[in-house]
Structures are given as structure tokens and as C-alpha cells.
């Protein structure tokens, strides 16, 4: 049988714990009995599938054939009276779903501040993220379902808005820069059981959505948001294994060449960094504490609980290890370079190789220079060696020689990619190089990302003698 999200065997654990404590709630049930359907326990899934009632009905579109209807249908018509919502033309057992599930999470963020409704999302005033993004898989069938079990998992972590969103896939890849649909926004209202969910997407909710220019407009300033802190998160991480210390300040990072690990300063970097070292000193104490030390069954729980959770970055992505760095990625066949995060392409670009001279396995940025041998010849304006060799990442004044095979074995980039490329990876970044991993069509993003500098990155005492 095909594994799902949902059936691993700590998910089921959490959600006996939690329907056990909330017996009322249908979303929980629901979510137990598709747990136990994927697992092939049918009769524990039908029990749960009986508690959830109406739930069931909407997300399985059809009545549960053990269930028994005796009043349901007066009160259903009831609760659409009570609730109904003037920007959501639904059918009333589909509206319930949301609006239940969230009710669960009223005792754990129902004191932080209510979201205003217009295009501006301000941070709530403990610092955590005002607005938390869902990925939901393509192949996903309940995406709505789905990003409510992120929500609930996710409790008290849970920004006061969220919006569900498909990102574009290729190639078993999701495609930060290629087309999004937005499905779904849910906000807190103004009372700790006030709710508004704004279906987006006529294919997820069967009814005429509400205009997604404003949902839009947020997620887009929140992906320039994610892309910093993804760099700066990384450039933490990185700057950890390089000096088996945390960096103190955001100067740590950016110093001279050769400790440029940060590149320069991106905006809201000074105000990200305190939170976001604090979560990733956590991140790393969970992670030490779940490492099998004899073997010990408690031990292993711990590592389950801990993979089985929904994290939650501080920018409010919901997403399984927020905290792993920022990768390089090079597939040889299709000349293709790319900057990755979790299966998610975050940047891709064409690049000229070596044919047979470039060489497969595993590398890190050991070293970053700005204008090497003087920024005007061969190696154009930045430079990335690999692991202390002469390969390296860099730009070139033959533009020609992208998407072919006439370097001696380095990897060339154009003007515009590379520069861009060496604001976004730190100093140590892992460096794979391929053979058939990445889709091909690589292409520039509409927004180029950018750092301030702050330091001399230059090398001017050195030659550079890469194999171009």
C-alpha cells in the first residue's frame, strides 16, 4: 500500500493523545481515521471515521456507509445560519471544516494580537511571524485537509494568519520561482472564537473564491522575506561548523575576506538574527538529545517525536527541518546549477562545464572572493573554490561558453547569476555535482536577490589559477 503524509506511526500517536483530550472535535477524528485507513487498520479507521460525522461527509464527499444520521441535517442547517460568511459561497459541511479545526487552537494562541485585514501583515508583538505559509503537495487530494493538519500539529507556533499554497513541480522538484496558486488564507478574528477562511482557488472549494490580489501581494513580500532568512539561517549553521561556535552578532558573519561567511547585511537581517539563532540553538540541543546513545527505546522516541512534528521557521514556514542550510546542486547533463532547500528549488541557472573534466561527488565552499585577479578577465567578478582545489564557481568573460562544455573543468556563470549566487550561499556550502538530478529549464527570477556589502571580499595579493 502507498504511504501517505499521514501515516507515520508518531502522527497516530499525537492524535490519540489529542482526540483523547478533545473528544469533541471532528477534524481530530477525521484525521486519526485517514491515519489508520493508510495503515490498512480499517476497523480502528471506521470508528474514527463514525466520531468525525459531518467531517467525514465533506472531505470524503459522500456519508459514511456505517454511520447513523438522525438529526444531523437539522443541524447542520442550524450551524450554516449561525456562521455563514458572506465571502465564502460554500456548501455549509465544507465551511464547518475549517472553522472547527481552528477552534482547537483557540486555547494556545487565542492571546496574541489580532491581524488586520488589509495587504499589510506587521509583526505580532512578541516577535514571531504574523504571517505562516503552508506548501501543500501537488499530488495532495485534501489540500485544505492537509494544511489544517499542518496548523494543528503546529499548535501554538501557529502564526494568526496562514495562507495554503501549491508551488509548481518538476521533476519531483518544487519551483520557488515558478507559478504559485494560492488556495487558501485563514485569520483570527477579534475573538478568541472568531475565524475568517478565505477560499482562494474554485478548485479547492467548489465555490466562488474571494479575490486573491491581497492574499498575493502578502506572500510575495514573504517570499523575499523567506530567501533572507534562508541565507541568513544558513550563513548561522555554516558559520557553526566552520568554527565549532555560534556566531555572537551579525558581524560575526560579515567580516572580510577570507572569514566572509555573509556576504554582506540583507534587510531585516539585524532584527531576524537574535530569534532565529535562539531557534536554531534549539533545533540543534533537539536534535543532540534524540541522537542514539545505547540504543534505548526512549531514545528513539524522542527521534520520532521530533521528525514526526511541523516545524515552523521564524518567517512561518511550515516545514520539516526549516533549519537544514541552503544546498548547490549542478547536474552535468543539462548544464543546469541550482540553490535548493528541501526538495524546493530556490534559484536555478545555465552554466558552462567540462564535460568529463568536471567532476562528480560531493564539495563545500571553501573560499569566496569578490573581483578575483582584478574582477575584468577570465574568472568575471566573483569567485567560489571548491573544497581547496582548483575548481571553483565563477563568472566568465566568455558568455558564449554557458549551456556548453569548454571550460577545463570549472563551473561558469553569467554576470547576473553569479553575482547573485555568491550574495545568497555562505562561506561552507554544500556543493553536489550530478548526473541527471534537475529539471532543465532554468531561468532567472524576476526579483534578483541582494546583499549590502560591508566588507572587502577582494584577494588582491593572490593569482587565481582555476581550471577554467
Request: glycine fraction near 10%; charge should be neutral.
Amino acid at each position: 500500500m502507498e504511504q501517505s503524509k499521514f501515516d507515520k506511526p508518531e502522527d497516530i500517536i499525537y492524535l490519540k493523545q489529542f482526540v483523547k483530550k478533545h473528544p469533541d472535535n471532528k477534524m481530530g477524528w477525521y484525521l486519526l481515521g485517514k491515519h489508520y485507513r493508510d495503515a490498512g487498520k480499517e476497523g480502528k479507521a471506521n470508528y474514527c471515521f463514525i466520531q468525525a460525522g459531518d467531517i467525514y461527509d465533506a472531505f470524503e464527499q459522500s456519508s459514511h456507509p456505517l454511520a447513523v444520521s438522525t438529526n444531523q441535517l437539522e443541524e447542520l442547517k442550524a450551524w450554516e445560519k449561525r456562521k455563514k460568511r458572506k465571502r465564502l459561497v460554500r456548501n455549509v459541511t465544507v465551511i464547518a471544516v475549517p472553522l472547527l479545526l481552528l477552534a482547537l487552537l483557540i486555547p494556545s494562541i487565542g492571546n496574541q494580537q489580532q491581524v488586520p485585514g488589509d495587504d499589510a501583515v506587521p509583526a505580532v508583538a512578541d516577535g514571531s511571524p504574523a504571517l505562516g505559509v503552508v506548501l501543500v503537495p501537488r499530488k495532495e487530494k485534501t489540500p485544505a485537509g492537509y494544511a489544517f493538519g499542518e496548523v494543528m500539529k503546529a499548535g501554538g507556533e501557529s502564526p494568526p494568519k496562514v495562507i495554503a499554497a501549491h508551488l509548481e513541480e518538476k521533476g519531483g522538484w518544487k519551483q520557488w520561482n515558478g507559478n504559485a496558486r494560492l488556495l487558501m488564507e485563514m485569520e483570527r478574528g477579534s475573538g478568541q472564537a472568531q475565524f475568517e477562511v478565505s477560499m482562494l482557488d474554485r478548485n479547492v472549494c467548489a465555490c466562488d473564491p474571494a479575490d486573491a490580489k491581497p492574499a498575493a501581494s502578502r506572500f510575495a513580500e514573504w517570499k523575499k522575506e523567506q530567501e533572507q532568512h534562508w541565507t541568513l539561517s544558513s550563513a548561522i549553521v555554516q558559520y557553526r561548523n566552520l568554527y565549532k561556535k555560534w556566531p555572537e552578532n551579525l558581524d560575526a558573519l560579515v567580516r572580510p575576506y577570507p572569514h566572509n561567511v555573509l556576504s554582506g547585511e540583507g534587510e531585516g537581517m539585524a532584527e531576524m538574527f537574535p530569534e532565529l539563532l535562539a531557534k536554531l540553538k534549539l533545533s540543534a540541543s533537539q536534535a543532540e538529545n534524540a541522537k542514539p546513545q545505547t540504543g534505548g527505546q526512549g531514545t528513539k522516541d524522542a527521534a520520532a517525536q521530533i521528525a514526526g512534528a511541523t516545524s515552523i521557521g521564524s518567517n512561518g514556514l511550515f516545514q520539516p527541518d526549516w533549519s537544514k542550510p541552503l544546498e548547490i546542486v549542478i547536474d552535468v547533463s543539462n548544464h543546469t546549477l541550482a540553490v535548493v532547500h528541501n526538495g524546493l528549488i530556490v534559484r536555478s541557472y545555465r552554466v558552462g562545464l567540462g564535460g568529463s573534466k568536471t567532476p562528480e561527488g560531493s564539495f563545500f565552499i571553501s573560499e569566496k572572493v569578490r573581483d578575483p585577479n582584478g574582477g575584468d578577465g577570465i574568472f568575471g567578478s566573483r569567485g567560489m573554490t571548491l573544497s581547496n582545489t582548483l575548481y571553483a564557481i565563477h563568472g566568465t568573460n566568455d558568455t558564449d561558453s554557458i549551456g556548453k562544455d569548454k571550460s577545463l573543468g570549472c563551473i561558469r556563470l553569467g554576470e547576473a547569476d553569479v553575482e547573485e549566487l555568491f550574495d545568497m550561499v555562505p562561506l561552507g556550502t554544500p556543493v553536489q555535482i550530478k548526473n541527471g538530478t534537475l529539471p532543465p529549464d532554468a531561468k532567472a527570477p524576476q526579483e534578483r536577490f541582494r546583499l549590502a556589502p560591508k566588507q572587502d571580499e577582494s584577494n588582491p595579493a593572490k593569482v587565481y589559477r582555476w581550471l577554467t
